[in-house]
């Protein structure tokens, strides 16, 4: 469960970002993107429905080519679950060789027909998920492609799932380019207000990343070390301890620098966030 806003890290909200170039405010892919692969020919199932229940059949069957197959086709029906399936599956490589162009055409088709989806709903995290892996498209190129990298695009992707769906990964993301100025002018305060966005929501770099900027303050950010660690804390216990092993390292260096008072002052606060948290979760419960 997020922890409760902090109302002392004053930052200013999304409405106060500074105005961008109109040139580059479109935030779907280019129109002409190909259209999605096939990698397996398709099956004559009757409909997506009956295409779906067959890949849940052959998922647990352990046939993935059959699943692959099934998927193919429910996505040519434009079902929306089965090409973001599909994108996760080639970007990942699970069960098929890991193809990142196959996944960007997958959720570029998404991205360009359900940019108006509901934020909030499983509909909307998946078109929102999706404009967040184009944008990492967009960011580092696939090579050997005509998907280059492309600084301001990347922006704009990211900045529409972060924005319209309230996509925590799209906010870290976004974060990251303004501390860096790629694709938009580089504004701290910014991408401090993004950060904490993101890590409201639980994502656990972010609020790593968030709790540095408050430890080290400037540019705008109010220098707040006691809410900083306590961030940095909260990050330590959401990090997975094989891939997200420098949260833990920063961690450990940020407190070991601290004052025995800032320790103690950041730990009672954790503590009064894990209570707020739990509360919440019980509360539902108790009605």
Same mark, same amino acid.
């Given at each position: 469960?997020?922890?409760?806003a902090i109302p002392?890290? /004053?930052?200013?909200?999304?409405?106060?970002?500074p105005?961008?170039?109109?040139?580059?405010?479109?935030v779907?892919?280019?129109p002409?993107?190909?259209?999605a692969?096939? @990698?397996l020919?398709?099956?004559?199932f009757?409909?997506?429905? $009956?295409a779906l229940? !067959? *890949?849940m059949? $052959?998922?647990?069957? +352990?046939n993935?080519? +059959?699943?692959?197959r !099934?998927?193919e086709?429910?996505? %040519?029906?434009?079902h929306?679950?089965?090409?973001? &399936?599909?994108? &996760?599956i080639?970007?990942e490589?699970?069960g098929?060789? @890991?193809n990142?162009?196959?996944?960007?055409?997958?959720?570029s088709?998404?991205?360009?027909?359900?940019?108006?989806a509901?934020?909030?709903?499983?509909?909307?995290r #998946?078109?929102?998920?999706a404009?967040v892996?184009?944008g990492?498209?967009f960011?580092?190129g696939?090579k050997?492609?005509?998907?280059?990298?492309? %600084?301001d695009?990347a922006f704009d992707?990211f900045?529409?799932a972060?924005s319209?769906?309230?996509d925590p990964d799209g906010?870290?993301n976004?974060?990251?380019l303004? #501390?860096k100025g790629q694709?938009?002018?580089? $504004?701290?305060?910014q !991408?401090?207000r *993004?950060? &904490?966005? /993101?890590a409201? &929501?639980?994502?656990a770099?972010?609020?790593?990343a968030f709790?540095?900027?408050?430890?080290?303050?400037?540019e705008?950010?109010p220098?707040?070390?006691?809410?900083?660690?306590?961030w940095l804390?909260?990050a330590?216990?959401? !990090?997975?301890?094989?891939?997200?092993s *420098?949260i833990i390292?920063?961690?450990d260096a940020a407190?070991?620098?601290?004052?025995a008072?800032d320790? %103690?002052?950041?730990? @009672?606060l954790v503590e009064?966030?894990?209570v707020?948290g739990?509360? @919440?979760?019980? /509360?539902?419960?108790?009605r």
């Open positions: 469960m997020p922890p409760r002392e890290a /004053a930052l200013p909200d999304p409405d106060d970002e105005a961008r170039d109109a040139s580059v405010a479109k779907t892919p280019a002409n993107t190909p259209a692969h096939t @990698a020919p398709l099956v004559p009757s409909s997506a429905r $009956d229940r !067959a *890949w059949r $052959d998922s647990s069957a +352990g993935q080519a +059959g699943a692959v !099934a998927l086709y429910a996505a %040519s029906q434009g929306l679950t089965a090409q973001y &399936k599909l994108g &996760k080639y970007a490589g699970e098929v060789p @890991a990142d162009l196959k996944a960007f055409e997958y959720f088709k998404i991205a360009d027909e359900n940019a108006d509901i934020p909030g709903t499983a509909e909307g #998946m078109v929102g998920s404009f892996a184009l990492s498209y960011s580092d696939i050997g492609s005509y998907v280059k990298p492309n %600084s695009r992707m900045h529409y972060a319209y769906f309230g906010q870290y976004l974060a990251r303004y #501390m694709g938009t002018t580089r $504004d701290a305060r !991408a401090a *993004w950060m &904490k966005l /993101a409201e &929501k639980g994502h770099p972010a609020r790593a709790g540095e900027m408050l430890i080290r303050g400037g705008g950010v220098r707040q070390p006691v809410l900083g660690l306590m804390a909260l330590r216990e959401g !990090a997975d301890p094989v891939r997200e *420098w390292e920063r961690h407190f070991a620098a601290a004052s008072t320790r %103690s002052a950041a730990l @009672a009064r966030q894990q707020a739990a509360r @919440a979760v019980a /509360a539902p419960t108790q």
